[in-house]
């Protein structure tokens, strides 16, 4: 009977990961259908030439690539049935998420401060494109982080341990996701002005 009930639990979680991995693969083709249609637009005449990232894009970088490390020291202190250290990085993760969306904004306060707009008739296509590809990976991001305040809901309610770790695995996987996805879009938007 018991060796039923662990099967089945290893099943939902395989097919919790597989979902979470379908759903990442349309993200992935949905951006790769901007970026694609950014290097299509880049041939225009009116494309800035000159146009260069905000430095709190540098910044955001950088945070995002330290949620992912802390997102990961979650998952290995729970899987140590480390509850302190796994709450201390959990809510680690969640400062830099936040800081990550208000450096995100600090970029584009920047871009205008710059005298570029995102849209009206001071817009141009580059700074729209900018704006379109930021702002949906903010959107995906804000799924981040609804995802990550249930898990640390979750973990304070003691959901998880040494052998329930499925929650914030599937979290981690997200995550790091986003992270990598954030890294490619900068460094595409870095290199291919």
């Given at each position: 009977?018991?060796?039923?009930?662990?099967?089945?639990?290893?099943?939902?979680?395989?097919?919790?990961?597989?979902?979470?991995?379908?759903?990442?693969?349309?993200?992935?083709?949905?951006?790769?259908?901007?970026?694609?249609?950014?290097?299509?637009?880049?041939?225009?005449?009116?494309?800035?030439?000159?146009?260069?990232?905000?430095?709190?894009?540098?910044?955001?970088?950088?945070?995002?690539?330290?949620?992912?490390?802390?997102?990961?020291?979650?998952?290995?202190?729970?899987?140590?049935?480390?509850?302190?250290?796994?709450?201390?990085?959990?809510?680690?993760?969640?400062?830099?998420?936040?800081?990550?969306?208000?450096?995100q904004f600090?970029?584009?306060?920047?871009?205008?401060?710059?005298?570029?707009?995102?849209?009206?008739?001071?817009?141009?296509?580059?700074?729209?494109?900018?704006?379109?590809?930021?702002?949906?990976?903010?959107?995906?991001?804000?799924?981040?982080?609804?995802?990550?305040?249930?898990?640390?809901?979750?973990?304070?309610?003691?959901k998880y341990?040494?052998?329930?770790?499925?929650?914030?695995?599937?979290?981690?996987?997200?995550?790091?996701?986003?992270?990598?996805?954030?890294?490619?879009?900068?460094?595409?938007?870095?290199?291919?002005?």
């Amino acid at each position: 009977m018991e060796l039923s009930v662990l099967e089945e639990k290893k099943r939902k979680e395989r097919s919790a990961k597989l979902i979470l991995l379908f759903a990442m693969a349309s993200m992935t083709m949905m951006f790769a259908g901007i970026t694609s249609a950014f290097v299509v637009s880049k041939s225009r005449a009116d494309w800035l030439k000159d146009f260069q990232l905000p430095t709190a894009f540098y910044w955001s970088t950088l945070v995002i690539i330290g949620c992912s490390v802390t997102f990961h020291l979650a998952k290995l202190a729970i899987k140590k049935d480390q509850n302190s250290k796994t709450s201390m990085y959990l809510l680690l993760t969640l400062l830099l998420g936040c800081s990550f969306v208000g450096l995100q904004f600090l970029g584009f306060n920047q871009i205008i401060a710059e005298g570029y707009y995102f849209t009206g008739q001071a817009s141009s296509i580059t700074t729209t494109f900018l704006y379109i590809v930021t702002l949906v990976h903010l959107l995906h991001l804000a799924g981040g982080i609804i995802s990550l305040l249930i898990i640390i809901y979750n973990h304070f309610k003691q959901k998880y341990n040494s052998t329930q770790t499925i929650g914030i695995e599937l979290g981690a996987m997200y995550w790091h996701f986003l992270d990598v996805l954030w890294v490619y879009l900068f460094l595409f938007l870095f290199f291919f002005k």
